[in-house]
């Protein structure tokens, strides 16, 4: 196979993944991208009033190992519990979103560091989102590490 066939073919299948990935990406009208930085910003400046009025009335969040919250004072507290336990601040990545009507879905990654900028933990998370009154709010999280359990022997 000549030079020209191989590059020939590497573009045509960097176009083909481009195209795959593109849609996902397009067809979010509930802009999860930029609600993702602001609810980054929010929590990095201790905002977490403001922070959980990015969630419906009756939004959740599913922490790891923990029991489910439910309401936006729930939310507050949550958030807050994870302040005071070290996570000082967390930068989150959006990797897919979609809206479909009033409902929309994202999923990626985050990073959560110490005051001290140090390292705490990173995994992946995802939200589903509803449109309440023509805005679009956080309606529940989840989100899990991907380093290892404390005391276990990794895979």
């Known amino acids: 196979m000549s030079v020209y066939k191989i590059i020939r073919c590497g573009v045509l299948m960097l176009v083909g993944v481009m195209l795959l990935v593109a849609p996902a990406l397009a067809a979010d009208e509930s802009n999860l991208a930029a609600r993702a930085v602001t609810w980054e910003t929010e929590y990095n400046a201790d905002n977490l009033e403001a922070l959980a009025a ?14 489910a919250v439910q309401g936006r004072a729930a939310i507050v507290g949550q958030l807050r519990a994870d302040k005071e336990a070290g996570a000082a601040q967390v930068k989150v990545a959006v990797t897919e ?4 009507g009033n409902m929309a879905y994202g999923r990626g990654t985050y990073e959560i560091t110490g005051a001290d900028g140090s390292h705490i933990d990173h995994g992946k998370w995802i939200n589903v989102s509803k449109r309440v009154n023509g805005e679009w709010k ?3 999280d989840s989100w899990n590490s991907d380093m290892p359990v404390p005391g276990s022997t990794p895979q």
């Open 138 to 140: 956080i309606h529940c």
């Open 54 to 67: 990015m969630y419906t009335e009756d939004g959740c969040r599913l922490p790891p190992n923990m029991e």
């Open 97 to 100: 979103a979609e809206s479909i």
